[in-house]
């Protein structure tokens, strides 16, 4: 089975800290995401990533950028937090092609104060 | 971009009956896939059902089935003989073929009494 960890199921952090959310799969997927969840608004795309040191701009990148240094790890990097940041953020990954299926991590909560 | 719409934020079935969650999307394309993918509290988001636009059967998966109504851009899941361990927040996602993004609804919360 597929298998997508990442890093901290909680985390409290303050206003103006630099968070870093790591996610690693362990099925050699190419491509990689990040996404936010929030009540009533379902899944948004931060960033994704096809390859490493590739990546592209979802639908909300703003305020956060994003490291894919192995095939394994994608990274998500809060480089100021702010407490419009505080969520739940999802990592995911699936094999090129396309036409795949997303596998989720457990998800990470985020509260900024 | 495309637009996914669940309308129903919450959902109450008896255990054993059957449930149907709805979703509409909007897109001008013919070719693209819908999904739908289940959150459990424990938050690990699982696939429950793939549907392919070119195919006209409706996919099922055990006590989970879809009616995918292509013209009007429906795409709904029906759960049959309802178990407690389908209580879950259950989300409606769409694909382009030739696109990564996937774009979900709002999410519908299911809940299953005993």
């Known amino acids: 089975d597929v298998k997508v960890t990442q890093s901290s199921r909680y985390l409290v952090k303050r206003t103006g800290e630099k968070v870093f959310l790591e996610c690693v799969q362990d099925?050699?997927?190419?491509?990689m995401f990040w996404y936010r969840q929030d009540p009533g608004l379902g899944l948004r795309l931060i960033y994704f990533?096809?390859?490493?040191?590739?990546?592209e701009k979802g639908d909300i990148p703003e305020g956060y950028s994003v490291s894919r240094e192995k095939k394994e790890r994608f990274s998500l990097i809060l480089e100021s937090a702010s407490t419009n940041q505080t969520s739940m953020y999802l990592c995911?990954?699936?094999?090129?092609?396309?036409?795949?299926?997303?596998?989720f991590g457990p998800g990470t909560r985020l509260l900024v104060l | 971009a495309q637009t996914v719409t669940q309308s129903q934020p919450e959902m109450s079935v008896q255990e054993a009956e059957t449930v149907t969650l709805s979703c509409t999307y909007d897109?001008?394309?013919?070719?693209?896939?819908l999904f739908w993918y289940k959150q459990p509290p424990s938050r690990q988001m699982i696939l429950v059902i793939r549907?392919?636009?070119?195919?006209?059967q409706n996919a099922t998966e055990n006590r989970f089935s879809v009616n995918f109504q292509k013209a009007a851009k429906s795409f709904s899941l029906k759960i049959s003989d309802s178990q407690l361990g389908d209580a879950a927040m259950y989300f409606c996602?769409?694909?382009?073929?030739?696109?990564?993004?996937?774009?979900f609804g709002a999410g519908t919360t299911v809940t299953v009494r005993a």
């Open positions: 990533s096809y390859d490493v040191k590739m990546k």
């Open positions: 995911a990954s699936e094999a090129s092609g396309g036409q795949e299926t997303q596998y």
């Open positions: 099925m050699d997927h190419e491509n």
């Open positions: 897109t001008s394309e013919s070719d693209y896939y």
């Open positions: 549907q392919e636009a070119y195919k006209q």
């Open positions: 996602a769409y694909r382009s073929a030739d696109d990564y993004k996937l774009s």
